[in-house]
């Protein structure tokens, strides 16, 4: 049986509202795939990255991706390594991911994104 689950949890959606104040002129996305942010034309490298998803993805009114952004809650000690391998992909397509512990104030989101 199915059932409704809550999209992030309660630490991101506190991270979803601080970037919605920090940047009013651009959209936040939440929970986006990797899958919809970058391709490879090698089918075995694809499954290194189709499940994964990305905390929070900034665009500008083009639509454009201005960055990527993770919130690492303690699930995540233990796995930095793995963190890294998905900011390198991520780079590699040409994006830039920002990465944080904690939620940062607005002026230190606006400072590490501009």
């Given amino acids: 049986h199915y059932y409704a689950k809550r999209v992030i949890t309660p630490f ?4 979803f509202f601080r970037l ?5 002129q651009y ?12 391709d490879c034309n090698q089918f075995k490298l694809r499954s290194k990255f189709n499940r994964k998803v990305t905390d929070f993805v900034l665009l500008d ?11 690492d ?7 930095e390594l793995e963190d890294q391998k998905r900011d390198r992909m991520l780079k ?7 990465r944080y512990t904690q939620i940062p104030s607005i002026k230190q989101l606006q400072m590490d994104i501009r």
């Fill in 12 to 15: 991101e959606q506190k991270m």
């Fill in 92 to 98: 590699e397509a040409g994006y830039r991911v920002q």
């Fill in 20 to 24: 919605n104040e920090a940047f009013p």
């Fill in 73 to 79: 809650d303690p699930s995540h000690i233990g796995k």
């Fill in 27 to 38: 959209h936040v996305l939440a929970q986006v795939a990797f899958s919809a942010l970058i």
């Fill in 61 to 71: 009114k083009q639509l454009e991706v201005i960055a990527i952004i993770e919130l």
